[in-house]
């Protein structure tokens, strides 16, 4: 049974016809309380009056990361600032950081996204909740701390970082629960091993996992490594965080909080509507914020949306798990490749570990990819011709699966920095002017 039945179970009819009501209100509302959507609309010639069905949507204009930039930090806020009872922010890895403000009934929907998303991953009261995602302007810290209270779990508010601590309290606490990003949780499996902790024998149950991509094989790896169920949250700041989009027992796709957010999926390059089924860039509107909604927000994440009965009994539109984003994405000899592919490759190659980094060089006028991979310790030690033979075999199966030629170096165990957060795993090393 789901947290909450109605909504999430609610026949498609009565959902669309719900979303088309929120849908005027919210252009309504922004029209009116924000000169930057007034003008758009003007500029367009719409107004809540132009919007009959759901599909209309795609009449309105696009908002995209440096409209919220160039509007930071309050310009779309669309109440005064004594309605404001939260502010989250994220900085991104470039430019001027973006902020998210919330009013008293924001901060309550979206506690109910997230206790949605716990119950879903089959987290109940009776559970210990560690909570190491990020705890400050990151949302996903106090966003899964509001769920987890809600459905009145154990919450312990480790946030990120002091790893062996995590480890320490995992054992004491006796927690069944981990809350982080999936780079940080294999960062936490890792360290339990140096210390001896057999994490596999601890009470944790299952986490939720999200914030970066990651794909199913290194979804695999956690549960394998550390004998749990790894669920997954997709959401973003600009969208008030995580709660968006959660998994069920199923694990086939995540279920979108239909009643919150509209979504759609275009061409990233002409914004052309696609129908359910076809991948493309997802865009979200909000349907239910006050303090700043969101209309048609592009958010470069790439997925394909669908409708199905899922066994679990939900009905809310479903989204593939993310295959990447489309600032990810490099072309190397003409091949569009995102990291998430692979990554999903290294995880078959049995002498390396999950941890690796791509770097994008130029030679001459091309691009190049070299992929650093971490061997395992005794294949890291066996020597040069054990190195040369597993890179070898890597760049083979990355050649036979994707057609790419590859450098791959195996570098040595923890060369590639661990993460606490979200990993860094694209770096660019062609002159900015080349990119
Ligand atoms: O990462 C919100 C969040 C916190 C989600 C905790 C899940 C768990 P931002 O920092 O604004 O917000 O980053 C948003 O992260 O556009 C995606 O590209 C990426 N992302 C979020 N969840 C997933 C996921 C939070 N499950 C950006 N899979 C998004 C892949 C994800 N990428």
Known sequence: ??????????????????????????????????????????????????????????????????DLRDNYPFGLCAVPIEEVVRVHASSGTTGKPITGPYTADDLEQWTECM?????????????????????????????????????????????AGMTER????????????????????????????????????????????????????????????MEIKAMEAYGLTELGGPGVAFDCEAQEGLHINEDHYLAEVVDPATFEPLPLGEKGELIFTSLQRRAMPMIRYRT????????????????????????????????????????????????????????????VRKKGYLDQLTVQVEGKSEVYEAGDQKRHEVEGKISAHIKGMMGIGVEVELVEPKFIARSEGKALRVVDERPKQLR
């Not at 669309?16 to 003008?39: G, M």
């Not at 009470?203 to 999200?210: A, I, M, N, T, Y």
């Not at 990651?214 to 549960?223: A, G, N």
């Open 1 to 66: 049974m789901p947290w909450n039945d109605e909504f999430e179970c609610m026949p498609v009819e009565q959902i669309q016809k719900f979303q088309l009501e929120k849908l005027k209100e919210t252009v309504a509302w922004v029209s009116e309380k924000i000169p930057f959507y007034t003008e758009k609309f003007k500029e367009a010639g719409i107004s809540a009056d132009s919007i009959n069905s759901i599909e209309d949507v795609s009449k309105l204009p696009v908002t995209v990361k440096n």
């Open 300 to 359: 470069k994440d790439i997925t394909r949306l669908y409708r199905e009965k899922c066994s679990c009994g939900r009905t809310m539109l479903k989204m593939e798990k993310l295959s990447g984003r489309t600032d990810d994405m490099l072309i190397i000899s003409g091949v569009n490749v995102f990291p998430s592919q692979i990554e999903a490759l290294l995880l078959e190659i049995d002498e390396v570990e999950p941890q690796y980094r791509l770097v």
């Open 166 to 225: 995590q480890i320490t309290i995992l054992k004491d606490f006796k927690s069944n629960v981990l809350l982080a990003t999936p780079s940080y949780t294999l960062t936490i499996a890792e360290r339990a091993e140096e210390m001896k902790v057999d994490i596999k024998s601890l009470p944790l149950r299952v986490g939720v996992f999200g914030a970066e991509p990651w794909t199913t094989q290194m979804r695999t790896e956690i549960e394998n490594r």
């Open 115 to 159: 206790a949605r998303n716990l119950w879903a991953a089959g987290i109940r009261p009776t559970d210990i909740v560690q909570n190491a995602y990020g705890h400050g302007l990151f949302t996903g810290g106090l966003g899964f701390h509001q769920g987890a209270c809600k459905l009145g779990c154990a919450v312990v508010p480790t946030g």
